[in-house]
């Protein structure tokens, strides 16, 4: 999948469109995967994943991560995609 093909799933997906992300944990979320890489990433959702109040948030999120993980982009690119779901969905900061 490339950039564009990503675009156009978070334009159409129906979860990433009704989760309201917050700031702080797309943030961190993004930063881990650029220093870290996917699976800790993915670890860091999955516990969180386990809070109710960041559950739906969390798998959404892990959607996410899968996409830009299987996109095979830098990590750096991946993080800068994920920090900025929130712009690239049309979200209100």
Do not use: C, H, W
Request: hydrophobic share 40%; charged share 35%.
């Amino acid at each position: 999948m490339n950039i564009k093909k990503f675009l156009e799933e978070i334009e159409k997906n129906e979860r990433i469109l009704k989760t309201r992300f917050s700031t702080r944990l797309i943030n961190e979320v993004g930063e881990i995967y650029e220093r870290y890489g996917y699976a800790m990433a993915k670890a860091f959702l999955l516990s969180k994943k386990e809070d109710k109040k960041f559950r739906f948030e969390a798998q959404t999120l892990l959607y996410i991560l899968n996409i830009v993980n299987d996109m095979k982009v830098p990590p750096s690119v991946g993080g800068f995609l994920i920090r900025k779901i929130k712009d690239l969905k049309g979200e209100k900061l």
